[in-house]
């Protein structure tokens, strides 16, 4: 079984920075460094929504317009480990963070068969 665990969220003011990874551990089977992955957030009384996904080479990216620009996702696929970099945070940010692994890039929940419990990013104005 694979098991996605984030960390780096916290407390931020506007206009910081912080960074989310997300590591992957257990019975990692072997296409799984081939899996796509993603970032998502849920916001209170909101959707879950992407903000971010990379292809298993690190070549293709997705961005939710809301964050492009500002926020940077990567991978280390030796380190089954995946990464948001997040800038010029605003009090809109503010949201539970998961991170997710499908088969292919997508930004849709359902293309994702694992996922991570979650971490808690808070922008303060």
């Known amino acids: 079984q694979v098991q996605l665990v984030e960390s780096g969220g916290g407390l931020v003011q506007a206009g910081g920075s912080l960074r989310l990874s997300c590591a992957a551990s257990?019975?990692?089977?072997?296409?799984?460094?081939?899996?796509?992955r993603g970032w998502f957030r849920q916001a209170p009384g909101r959707e879950r929504e992407c903000v971010a996904a990379?292809?298993?080479?690190?070549?293709?990216?997705y961005y939710a317009d809301s964050v492009e620009g500002r926020f940077t996702i990567s991978r280390d696929n030796a380190r089954n480990t995946v990464y948001l970099q997040m800038n010029s945070l605003k009090p809109e940010d503010t949201a539970v963070y998961y991170c997710?692994?499908?088969?292919?890039?997508?930004?849709?929940?359902?293309?994702?068969?694992?996922w991570g419990q979650g971490t808690q990013v808070t922008v303060s104005s």
């Open positions: 997710a692994a499908g088969p292919s890039l997508s930004s849709k929940t359902y293309d994702y068969d694992y």
């Open positions: 257990g019975r990692t089977f072997s296409s799984f460094s081939s899996y796509a």
């Open positions: 990379i292809n298993w080479r690190g070549v293709s990216t």
